[in-house]
C-alpha cells in the first residue's frame, strides 16, 4: 500500500526558510510528485511537481523563484524547499503521488493525484 508522510512543517516568521519532506513507501516505481496546500476556507491549490525523472518541474506563480521542488530517489524522498516566506503561504501542505503520465494542464490540479499524504501544517507570521 502507498503510504505518503509530510514532515518539516512549523510555525516561523515572514522571511525565513522552510524544507517540507515527504517520504515514500509502498510502491516499486516512480511517480509523478507534486506539493498541494489548502488554506481555511480555500480549496486546495497546486504549488509545485516534478516528474519522476526530476524534469520537468512546475510551480504555481505565487511560489515561482521561491519555492523548489527535488527529489532523493535513494531516499524515496520528495522535498519542497520553500524560501521567503509569506503570510499567505500560511496553509496545511500536502504531498501527492500518481502513477502516470500527465498533460502539462494536469500537473498541478489535485484531481489528478491518486495518493495523498497527511498533511504537515506551515504558519507564518508577520
Known amino acids: 500500500q502507498v503510504q505518503l508522510v509530510e514532515s518539516g512543517g512549523g510555525s516561523v516568521e515572514a522571511g525565513v526558510s522552510l524544507r517540507l519532506s515527504c517520504v515514500v513507501s509502498g510502491y516499486s516505481r516512480s511517480g509523478t510528485m507534486g506539493w498541494f496546500r489548502q488554506a481555511p476556507g480555500k480549496e486546495r491549490e497546486g504549488v509545485a511537481v516534478?516528474?519522476?525523472?526530476?524534469?520537468?518541474?512546475d510551480y504555481a506563480d505565487s511560489v515561482k523563484g521561491r519555492f523548489t521542488i527535488s527529489q532523493d530517489k535513494a531516499k524515496n524522498t520528495v522535498y519542497l524547499q520553500m524560501n521567503s516566506l509569506k503570510p499567505e503561504d500560511t496553509a496545511m501542505y500536502y504531498c501527492a503521488a500518481v502513477f502516470g503520465a500527465l498533460f502539462p494542464s494536469q500537473r498541478l490540479d489535485a484531481r489528478s493525484y491518486n495518493y495523498w499524504g497527511q498533511g504537515t501544517q506551515v504558519t507564518v507570521s508577520s
Open positions: 516534478i516528474y519522476p525523472g526530476g524534469t520537468p518541474t
